[in-house]
C-alpha cells in the first residue's frame, strides 16, 4: 500500500507541468554561469585628428587646452609637462581585468610656455615593476588584544551617575 503511494505521488511530480518547470529553472541557473567579457574604457584620449593638429614651438598651454581638453594628469616638479592617459580593459566575470590597449600622450611645455615636445607611448613601452614587499618599521609597542583589554578597565566612567555641584 505504501509503496503504491509513493508509486503514484512520483508519477505525478515528474507530471509535463513540473518538467517544464524544473527544465525553465535550470535554464535559467545555467545561464547566470555564462562568462560574458565587458570591455571598459577609462581616461581622455584625445581625438588623432586633433592631435595631429599639435606642433611644438607653435602653441602655448591654453591653446592645447582648448584643442584637446584637460589633460588627466600634470607633471608634480615643475607642471611643464601635461599627460593625456587612456586605457581599454576586458573584463570576465570575476577574474581580474586584462589591459588590452594604453595610449599615454606627453606633451611638454618650455619655460617661456610654447610646446617643447610631444611623445605617444603604448602598451608595448611599459615595463612591469615589481613592488616591494618590505614593511617600514614604526616606532612604540604594539598592544595586543588582552593587554588593550586590561588596559581599559576601569576608565570608564558610569554615565547614570550624576555628579553634584
Known amino acids: 500500500m505504501i509503496h503504491l503511494f509513493w508509486k503514484n505521488n512520483i508519477r505525478y511530480l515528474f507530471s509535463g507541468t513540473l518538467k517544464i518547470v524544473l527544465f525553465l529553472a535550470v535554464a535559467v541557473f545555467s545561464s547566470s554561469c555564462v562568462s560574458v567579457s565587458t570591455i571598459n574604457t577609462h581616461g581622455n584620449l584625445p581625438d588623432i585628428e586633433r592631435l595631429s593638429q599639435i606642433e611644438a614651438g607653435k602653441q602655448t598651454k591654453r591653446e592645447v587646452a582648448t584643442l584637446l581638453g584637460s589633460p588627466s594628469t600634470i607633471d608634480t616638479f615643475d607642471g611643464e609637462v601635461w ?7 576586458e573584463r570576465f566575470v570575476f577574474y581580474e581585468p586584462k589591459e588590452l590597449e594604453r595610449n599615454i600622450t606627453a606633451i611638454s611645455f618650455s619655460k617661456d610656455g610654447l610646446i617643447d615636445s ?35 578597565i576601569g576608565r570608564f566612567e558610569n554615565r547614570n551617575v550624576k555628579q553634584g555641584l
Open 83 to 89: 599627460y593625456y592617459i587612456s586605457s581599454r580593459q
Open 118 to 152: 610631444v611623445k605617444t607611448y603604448t602598451l608595448s613601452d611599459s615595463k612591469a615593476v615589481k613592488p616591494i614587499s618590505k614593511e617600514t618599521p614604526t616606532a612604540g609597542h604594539s598592544m595586543g588584544l588582552l593587554e588593550q583589554f586590561i588596559g581599559n
